[in-house]
């Protein structure tokens, strides 16, 4: 289950409880810079970006990463993977703004950033893991990054994760971080970027989870894999997987060593937690909407299905409208069922939103008092509603940060089997085509 | 390929032309009436309601339909598969604005209005097909329709298939039909309606095709299995899959013998052109978009390949915003690939929008130059832009009539194999976002 307790009364609020969850772990500083620059492929506009480091006081060989199953891999995806095979790990550079995907000799500038990097963080290069998160297509701006290279080392410190989780956003509204405590004073903390082209598969956009226990590579690769498949895999905005998507986790092995059991649980529910962050701060997001399928014929269908039921346009629509449409729920999970071949029997399916039963017997369970309790938790688990923008057009969020945590809860049991899985998805707004119709810009 | 020599500079130019496509086949009149009524599940709603025959003046053996593979298929849908089965059909009763889809007793419903329609055209119950879109779930009014029907058939005539065209209109902005002259002074007349939950899977939403051609049942039958194939399944609105989609092919036999391949040629081209239409009129839509898939493994994949780049949320997002946002391209077909496991090489692959090369050689190839001509093909193709509604919040499109029948063309070439297929779409506007967050008011 997903953590549900928390409610933001402001964004200060929320920025307070930010810094009890930044608080790094032993033997990692990071450090931050900013730099200008015009992309080459649109030389008319000037564009901002953020370079991160995220330094080991000492190299650890305990670290694991998963990428994205994107068939047109980003650069920094491509020299990961050749990373996981290195004795140890470093440090992590990280930029947004351009995500260095399929930009002519992007691994080469990947590599360069790397080496520089590990020039003034007194490494080796292939002790460093580059990272990047921005538009596909455009060439980064080395010499600008190399540049701002030293400020950001300049600026590593020890006490907070906080700055790393600001200067990796790129459309997500407010920062993400997640921390578990672990036995003997360990902690483990989680960073996340990500609000668009989001539906991971194997991992999501950008995450970076540090701690202190003292586990070896072996372990923190076997928890990483078991923790991104019940949180970032169940998970969509927009069904566009990331040609950028990472997950890294790194252990500085400088606190104590904890129990395997005890750190894999700490771990799934930070990541866990991040990915509904992930999802509530999705573009244009006014719902999160968790489905809860259960009774489908193995846990895979159970999570095709889900992703089916978040992924509906109009079923994305019907929430942002708070108008409960449920028959798009039928339609949703029918058109996978149908196409796969599944065998469904809609007489043994049963549907609950919000806790009200609206399909039972094959049939939709309707009535005009029902009608209006579902309205009702609609409303409840709205985050804001849209209001007209100054310039009639463009749509924009009416504050930056999470007013609560509660879902629009769907829950279809099936009636043909065990899987189950629980998916979090977004509802489809004005603000969402806004942000979507000139995202270069 | 799909027709694209029409432009129509008003909606009176529009209708004119549509008045050209709608003369009825010999054998065949058509004939409707409206009702008002207030659905059970929300009675403080009024809702009008078409309620359209379609009769033959002999009832015929030569008959087709296909129909959703949803799994949670509407009852006409149910009725209508026996119907198959049955040695004539004779009519078509089609209703909008219910699509009586699991609501109780809903079987029972469709049955009791084709006994009704029968009974008023002489004939027996089995020979009437019935027919239904609109919302999911909500109970027929029965009784209404009922005391609706005889003036539906006091009004049929044989001259013009438009007004059914348009009563069974739903959120369509303006009638679909095409036609097709045949030899012999034969002919086949088209009529669709659909404009969301569109990906059709096996047929669309409602499309009735009515032919003089006098041709056996099974050779309608494989011919409507063949361009169904090459039309209606290859084209999205917004991935979902209707639990109504029904595609009918009727012949009247009225008139002369005509060649097979002839037949199915003029059948393909029909159905293509509604297809079309279908998507140029779908929900919101600003952009069409076409997708030339080559080099796939086989068609299957290069079907599937042009689904997910039609149906990614960013890219359409980016065409509507006529920003050339091409990685997102990339992005569409690589998560699919990348998912499935296709042995997609990157640097094999080719990507041209509007006859621009803008992916070659594993790497985007962009500058400049070709970004303002990627954005005047972009622009060419649009039907209109969002402008600021009166009330700030309630998008509407400008016009009720095609302007043209251009689209962003995106060809996109795989190097792995022989599969080819085009594939049609739209963007996702703010128009989508407004009809669909509270279509049921």
Partial sequence: MYSTALTFQSAAAHRAWLETQSRLPKGFRTGTASLEFAPVEVPSKRARMNLSLVALERPSAAFAAAFTRNAFPGAPVLVGRRRLAEPRLGALVVNNKVSNVCAPGGEAAAERICAEAARLLGMAPTEVLPSSTGVIGWRLPVEAMLAALPAAAGALQGESA???AEAIMTTDLYPK???????????LVGVAKGAGMI????ATMLVFLLTDADLPREELRAALAEANEASFNCISIDSDTSTSDTVALVSSAAGPKVDAAAFRAALRQVCRDLAED?????????HVIRARLEGAPDARAARALG???VNSPLLQCAVAGNDPNLGRILCAIGKLAGREGMPLDPA????AVGGEVVFEGGAMRLDPE???RLVAHLKAAEMYASAPPPDGLTFQPPHRHPPHER??????????GDGACEVLGADRTHEYVTENADYRS
Avoid: F, T, W, Y
Avoid at 199 to 202: A, H, K
Avoid at 279 to 286: M, P
């Fill in 407 to 416: 879902c629009v809860e769907i829950a279809v049991a099936l009636g043909m």
């Fill in 307 to 309: 992703k089916s039921l």
């Fill in 348 to 351: 043994r399916v049963r549907i």
């Fill in 199 to 202: 539906e991971p598969d194997l």
């Fill in 177 to 187: 971080v997640r921390r578990a405590e672990l036995p003997g004073g360990a902690s």
């Fill in 162 to 164: 906080l700055p790393l």
């Fill in 278 to 286: 992930v999802v509530r701060n999705g573009e244009g997001v006014h």
């Fill in 370 to 372: 029902k009608e209006q």
